[in-house]
């Protein structure tokens, strides 16, 4: 079964900054695009960051030039930094990622549980 296992939410205050984690478990043949979504109290879930296979990174306007998404295909590995922080920057904050299982050898779209980002201003 394939998993996303994120790491890296809590509390910070305005300006500060943060480092999520998430990682793919299981039995992969394949990784295709991976990013981070955040969904605030009351909002709608909105794409943060988005990185391709190949590296190439797409971002949100509210985040362009505070975070920055990066990968390890070696550790299935998707990261990502947020400086800056804001207190707008608040959600939950899930990662995604685009997968083929090697069990099924067809495309899966795998969400992680979500972790918590509090920003205090």
């Known amino acids: 079964q394939v998993q996303l296992v994120e790491s890296g939410g809590g509390l910070v205050q305005a300006g500060g900054s943060l480092r999520l984690s998430c990682t793919v478990s299981g039995s992969i043949f394949s990784i295709n695009d991976m990013g981070w979504y955040r969904q605030a109290p009351g909002k709608q879930r909105e794409l943060v960051a988005l990185?391709?296979?190949?590296?190439?990174?797409n971002y949100a306007d509210s985040v362009k030039g505070r975070f920055t998404i990066s990968r390890d295909n070696a550790k299935n590995t998707v990261c990502l930094q947020m400086n800056s922080l804001k207190s707008e920057d608040t959600a939950v904050y899930s990662c995604?990622?685009?997968?083929?299982?090697?069990?099924?050898?067809?495309?899966?779209?795998?969400w992680g549980q979500g972790t918590l980002v509090t920003v205090s201003s």
């Open positions: 995604n990622a685009k997968v083929i299982p090697i069990a099924t050898r067809r495309d899966l779209e795998v």
């Open positions: 990185i391709s296979s190949g590296g190439s990174t």
